[in-house]
């Protein structure tokens, strides 16, 4: 049991840690691609250069995104204020 508790607050952190590169990448990036998109793909192509399969890729995204209306209620994006998940903790002296 513990050992789960323990698992299951790793990958809530890596969750936390990635997203919050993410939204720092995003809003530092000097260009007009789609920012979301390149970090998703990379991040594809990562799982898929570490053996994950492209139907467990695939299953994973659907099974994410489908579950997103039960903790979204209907907000389109979360948190107050502009920016892109720049909120809480203070992220900008994070990791810097």
């Known amino acids: 049991m513990a050992e789960e ?3 299951e607050d790793q990958v809530s952190r890596s969750a ?3 997203a919050l590169d993410c939204a720092k990448l995003y809003t530092r990036c000097p260009s007009d691609e789609q920012h979301l998109v390149r ?3 990379d991040l594809i192509t990562e799982l898929w250069d570490r053996g994950f399969s492209q139907t467990d890729i695939r ?5 994410a995104v489908a579950a997103m209306p039960r903790y979204a209620a209907g907000a ?4 107050t204020g502009e920016g892109y998940g720049l909120y809480g903790d203070s992220w900008q002296s994070a990791g810097e």
């Open 5 to 7: 508790a323990h698992w």
């Open 16 to 18: 936390y840690d990635f």
């Open 39 to 41: 970090i998703v793909s």
């Open 59 to 63: 299953s994973a995204f659907e099974q």
């Open 76 to 79: 389109e994006r979360n948190g």
